[in-house]
């Protein structure tokens, strides 16, 4: 299972799950659910961060938080 | 249930607007209250507090409040503490008697959680189903009386920037509060460990509803409102039940979802492209590896200029006024010490309020464009990871450069970064960035320490002296902000999960509230301080012990009749002598043993006392003491204070060491009283203006100290 870091810019994937719970409660709250279809759009230009699209939204989020959401 | 009949009768009614970030709540609140609004302060927290005046069908006016956006009751920021901490407590005096909702309906599902959550609350609702001209743009059809039906609540499309269908609004709102209230059965349905513990907290408290006790449970050490003991009793339940926390709010919002999805299914149509949009196309542009970055220094360097140059004609024009108003006033009245005061002490006190005017609404008119248009988030997008590891915010950017503006629109602009301690950390050291206050104060002592000629033909040694300045304060706000992020604790855990918005264009009424609602603040809440300490300083530098201040008049005019000057060289004089016999002169004389190991006799002690007020105020002073009057011509105190000898060992006073000591102590220290009141009111205490203060002012110190010893 690869997490959402892993994803290449540009490619789609369907969340299987959260492996931190504060996490996965804070990304559902904003509509992204398990089999949520994210894209992952790009990286920022510092690193860091990426730039996802899930649900017909934008959404910035960190390194850190993308680690925690596993893909299918 | 609560009867809500009964209450219309005995007290003003509270209705608050609820909803998701970016739902478009404050555009609706704008269009309800429009100028009728009052900004303030959650109690202890700098949380924005708007509240404005509904008028109801039955001639009542109801209080509407605005509270902070979230996504659900489950806090992790300060804003969200504040809209639980209302919700979760019957008796706060925000308490809403009803709600009114706004859910983005372009994006219905994610707006739907924090609805049914409350809804299980029990406080009677409208939905407002907001953004209806985005919807019809987008081919987004949906039925509102499907879902009014399916969800038992009053539901009405509305479009907060079109200002269309308010009278729906309205009309939904008086039914509401006029027919007698009965919840519906709750949307969620408890877990067993949910059902054991909130029965408990529900029975212990006599709460309203199940969801209410779940509440409570949840977040037992947030809520605020609630006796320690209090908090301690239902934490201790939460361990003896094995209550888990976050798996239960993980259920409960997955069951939530679950709910209602399939029930806006039903009533939503939109018609799914895969087209790309606008807003992507867009962002495949500004927030690019390459342009992304440098889009952003070139708005960056438009802001800068904007609130550098348009400003300069308008802050020309109240300084001028200020000098009229002083100058008539000293036409009409006697030469008295009431004269003085109305004109050394409160005209330029107001005076030195409203000079900040302009530069706080051109940033916060910018700032607000891009707010709205949402290309901020875009911003925080690209720089968290380089701000991180300063402990700030991609917003923080905004502040640093603006501070080198001035650090007084810098520091207001920081409310919008939700963490408090990337908030704090760019308003404590934001007032580093060199402003244009220190300008004046850089020429005058600059001359003193490099001279005026080129280097390689091209560069001139004044210049690139200049930009060091200016490297060296940027280098110390980011050093300090380091160890602040060392120092500084937090509970909070630093997240970023930002939603980039759709971009949109600005509802320009939204701006120009903002851009009023800013200046109203800072003339009212940090005037009063500035004014306060304007008069403090007025006092210090007129009055002096006993009758010293006369004798010095006296022994100047004597000096001045002797030597045969004439009267603006005798008035000159005597102000020189004036100041050095008042409070002011003897502080700068008592404060001399600490200053010489910097190199500074006393005079530039007053300077340093009385340029507290604003840097600037350092050459007026000069001026002052030196006798050469009242002149804004830098030049003339420049070559005064070269002719300025020790009178022990015959050298110039401005020697090259003393100089660069000066410029060093000018960039670090906290040289603003208006900064330190916008501070204290940023930061709801005096707490952090005055550690502000202290760090500042030991670092100027410190650095100033060290330069003059190296190079004495």
């Given at each position: 299972m690869i997490d959402l870091n892993a994803l290449e810019p540009g490619k789609s994937a369907t969340i299987q799950s959260f492996s931190d719970e504060e996490t996965a409660c804070k990304m559902m709250s904003m509509g992204i659910l398990p089999g949520s279809t994210v894209k992952l759009v790009r990286k920022a230009p510092f690193g860091g961060a990426i730039y996802i699209k899930a649900d017909n939204q934008q959404f910035a989020i960190r390194n850190k938080e993308a680690a925690c959401v596993m893909l299918s | 249930m609560r009867n809500v009949e009964l209450e219309i009768s005995t007290k003003t009614l509270t209705i608050a607007l609820l909803g998701n970030p970016n739902c478009g709540k404050s555009t609706v609140f704008n269009q309800l209250t429009g100028l009728r609004q009052k900004v303030g302060n959650f109690?202890?927290?700098?949380?924005?507090?708007?509240?404005?005046?509904?008028?109801?069908?039955?001639?009542?006016?109801?209080?509407?409040?605005?509270?902070?956006?979230?996504?659900?009751?489950?806090?992790?920021?300060?804003?969200?503490?504040?809209?639980?901490?209302?919700?979760?407590?019957?008796?706060?005096?925000?308490?809403?008697?009803?709600?009114?909702?706004?859910?983005?309906?372009?994006?219905?599902?994610?707006?739907?959680?924090?609805?049914?959550?409350?809804?299980?609350?029990?406080?009677?609702?409208?939905?407002?189903?907001?953004?209806?001209?985005?919807?019809?743009?987008?081919?987004?059809?949906?039925?509102?009386?499907?879902?009014?039906?399916?969800?038992?609540?009053?539901?009405?499309?509305?479009?907060?920037?079109?200002g269309d269908n308010f009278e729906g609004l309205n009309a939904a709102i008086n039914q509401l509060i006029t027919q007698p209230f009965k919840a519906s059965t709750p949307f969620y349905q408890f877990s067993s460990f949910e059902k054991a513990i909130s029965e408990k907290i529900q029975e212990k408290h006599q709460l309203a509803n199940p969801f209410h006790a779940l509440l409570w449970a949840q977040n037992a050490t947030r809520l605020t409102f609630l006796p320690s003991e209090a908090r301690s009793e239902i934490s201790r339940l939460v361990k003896d039940h094995n209550f888990n926390r976050l798996a239960n709010q993980v259920r409960e919002v997955m069951q939530r979802f679950d709910r209602f999805t399939p029930m806006l299914k039903k009533t939503v149509q939109r018609t799914d492209t895969n087209q790309i949009s606008l807003t992507e196309r867009i962002d495949d542009i500004v927030t690019h590896r390459v342009w992304g970055p440098l889009i952003f220094f070139a708005f960056m360097l438009i802001v800068f200029q904007a609130i550098y140059a348009w400003s300069a004609f308008p802050m020309d024009m109240i300084e001028a006024g200020f000098a009229?108003?002083?100058?008539?006033?000293?036409?009409?009245?006697?030469?008295?010490?009431?004269?003085?005061?109305?004109?050394?002490?409160?005209?330029?006190?107001?005076?030195?309020?409203?000079?900040?005017?302009?530069?706080?609404?051109?940033?916060?008119?910018?700032?607000?464009?891009?707010?709205?248009?949402?290309?901020m988030a875009r911003a925080v997008f690209m720089f968290d990871n380089v701000m991180q590891r300063f402990g700030m915010n991609g917003r923080s950017i905004v502040a640093l450069v603006s501070s080198g503006a001035c650090a007084i629109p810098a520091v207001m602009s920081t409310r919008t970064?939700?963490?408090?301690?990337?908030?704090?950390?760019?308003?404590?050291?934001?007032?580093?960035?060199?402003?244009?206050?220190?300008?004046?104060?850089?020429?005058?002592?600059?001359?003193?320490?490099?001279?005026?000629?080129?280097?390689?033909?091209?560069?001139?040694?004044?210049?690139?002296?200049?930009?060091?300045?200016?490297?060296?304060s940027i280098i110390a706000a980011l050093g300090s902000a380091w160890v602040f992020k060392k120092i500084l604790k937090t509970e909070e855990r630093s997240f970023l999960m930002l939603e980039l918005p759709e971009y949109r264009m600005p509802v320009f009424k939204n701006v120009l509230l903002n851009v009023y609602?800013?200046?109203?603040?800072?003339?009212?809440?940090?005037?009063?301080?500035?004014?306060?300490?304007?008069?403090?300083?007025?006092?210090?530098?007129?009055?002096?012990?006993?009758?010293?201040?006369?004798?010095?008049?006296?022994?100047?005019?004597?000096?001045?009749?002797?030597?045969?000057?004439?009267?603006?060289?005798?008035?000159?004089?005597?102000?020189?002598?004036?100041?050095?016999?008042?409070?002011?002169?003897?502080?700068?004389?008592?404060?001399?043993?600490?200053?010489?190991?910097?190199?500074?006799?006393?005079?530039?002690?007053?300077?340093?006392?009385?340029?507290?007020?604003?840097?600037?105020?350092?050459?007026g002073t000069m001026a002052t003491i030196y006798s050469i009057g009242s002149t804004d011509d830098e030049g003339t105190i420049r070559d005064r204070m070269a002719k300025e000898v020790n009178p022990v060992t015959g050298k110039p006073i401005y020697n090259f060491a003393t100089s660069l000591s000066l410029l060093v102590f000018y960039i670090f220290a906290m040289m603003c009283m208006s900064t330190l009141a916008v501070v204290k009111r940023e930061t709801g205490g005096w707490k952090w203006p005055i550690i502000q203060f202290l760090f500042m002012t030991i670092l100027a110190y410190l650095g100033a100290f060290l330069v003059y010893q190296i190079f004495s």
């Open positions: - | 109690p202890g927290v700098t949380v924005d507090k708007k509240l404005g005046k509904l008028a109801l069908a039955n001639g009542q006016t109801a209080t509407l409040i605005d509270l902070p956006g979230t996504y659900n009751l489950y806090p992790t920021s300060q804003d969200e503490r504040v809209v639980l901490n209302i919700l979760a407590n019957p008796e706060d005096e925000f308490y809403p008697d009803a709600i009114i909702y706004i859910a983005d309906v372009t994006q219905l599902e994610k707006h739907f959680l924090l609805f049914s959550q409350v809804k299980d609350l029990g406080i009677p609702m409208v939905l407002a189903l907001n953004m209806s001209d985005a919807a019809a743009a987008q081919n987004i059809t949906y039925d509102t009386n499907a879902i009014a039906k399916a969800f038992n609540v009053p539901t009405v499309a509305i479009s907060g920037r079109m009229g108003l002083t100058e008539t006033v000293n036409t009409l009245l006697p030469d008295t010490w009431y004269r003085s005061l109305l004109t050394d002490g409160i005209i330029a006190g107001l005076g030195g309020i409203l000079i900040f005017i302009p530069q706080i609404a051109i940033l916060f008119l910018l700032i607000s464009i891009l707010e709205e248009v949402g290309y970064i939700s963490n408090w301690k990337e908030r704090l950390i760019t308003i404590l050291v934001a007032p580093f960035i060199s402003c244009s206050a220190r300008i004046p104060v850089y020429t005058v002592l600059i001359g003193f320490v490099v001279p005026s000629a080129t280097i390689w033909g091209i560069f001139n040694q004044q210049g690139l002296a200049f930009m060091g300045l200016y490297i060296v609602e800013k200046v109203k603040t800072f003339t009212i809440e940090a005037g009063k301080v500035i004014f306060v300490i304007s008069i403090v300083l007025w006092l210090l530098a007129s009055y002096g012990p006993s009758n010293k201040m006369e004798l010095a008049e006296k022994e100047a005019i004597t000096f001045a009749t002797q030597n045969n000057l004439d009267a603006d060289a005798t008035a000159d004089l005597v102000a020189g002598k004036q100041i050095e016999a008042s409070y002011a002169g003897h502080l700068g004389k008592f404060i001399e043993p600490a200053i010489r190991p910097l190199g500074y006799d006393w005079k530039i002690g007053i300077a340093l006392i009385t340029s507290f007020a604003a840097r600037e105020v350092f050459i």
